[in-house]
């Protein structure tokens, strides 16, 4: 089964609309005529629409890094999916270990989001990955199945054929310290049997199950290169054009 890889950058919180535009005219010609892979980016909220623009007429494509799961309401400081459609943009980050660990987002709201997401038809890009205490202590086949078993409860086959998922070793993210191919190939092994088991193994083998952490220019054709790894989430190393476009082009 081969499975077209999604290579996505998560900018975090940096770039104004200003920094964005200008990464966006940097990176475009860079990726132009590349069809192997598709490519997203997920810039902050105030860059949303301004990235959307940009992009526009190329393959490149947009998303939040964080969506709420309520329709509208008094949620403060949030963005709902019609707002998130509402710019143009098709893909959400959901749970994302930065979320997990600061704003208290549990496998309970990563599935919410999810419902939400698959409801408007938003491509979720769905977050997960053990800390180095459950690692060292050989709980990350347990860890990654008990978050892969809350993100899809309730999702039944036919609607999982937008889902992506991220391993993200939260040890990995930021630290300059990357899961070896063969530690990121087990993990995704380990994620996509529990797929399998929830919602069949067709199911399981499309679903495209992306790495993140420290990818780089110099490790990405490494982890790429692997059968089982259908892409990478990557943060530092995407906030500037050409090691971005170094790593699309792995
Ligand atoms: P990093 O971040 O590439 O800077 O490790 C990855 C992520 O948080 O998605």
């Not at 598709?38 to 860059?47: G, K, N, R, Y």
């Not at 205490?133 to 054929?161: F, H, P, Y």
């Not at 529990?194 to 495209?208: F, K, N, P, Y």
Request: with cysteine; hydrophobic share 45%.
């Amino acid at each position: 089964m081969s499975r077209k890889a999604l290579i996505a950058a998560n900018w975090k919180m940096y770039k104004t609309p200003a920094e964005a535009t200008q990464f966006v005219e940097a990176f475009l010609p860079l990726v132009a005529g590349h069809s192997r892979d598709e490519i997203a980016l997920f810039p902050s909220v105030t860059s949303l629409a301004t990235v959307v623009l940009a992009v526009a007429g190329s393959k490149v494509m947009a998303g939040l890094q964080n969506m709420h799961f309520a329709e509208e309401g008094a949620y403060t400081g949030e963005t709902s999916a019609s707002m998130l459609k509402a710019v143009g943009a098709t893909h959400t980050l959901i749970g994302h270990s930065e979320r997990r660990q600061y704003f208290n987002e549990t496998d309970e709201v990563v599935n919410r989001k999810l419902h939400t997401a698959l409801k408007h038809g938003i491509v979720p890009v769905v977050c997960l990955g053990e800390v180095l205490a459950e690692r060292e202590a050989g709980e990350t086949a347990s860890v990654l199945k008990a978050q892969i078993t809350g993100a899809l409860a309730g999702i039944s086959a036919d609607q999982a054929a937008p889902i992506v998922i991220a391993y993200e070793p939260v040890w990995a993210i930021g630290t300059g310290r990357t899961a070896t191919p063969e530690m990121a190939v087990e993990a995704h092994r380990i994620v996509r049997a529990e797929i399998a088991r929830m919602l069949g193994t067709e199911v399981a083998s499309a679903m495209r199950i992306l790495y993140g952490g420290s990818v780089k220019p110099e490790n990405a054709s490494s982890l790429l290169g692997e059968e089982e790894i259908d892409g990478a989430l990557v943060g530092g190393a995407s906030l500037k054009a050409d090691s971005f476009a170094a790593i699309v082009h792995y």
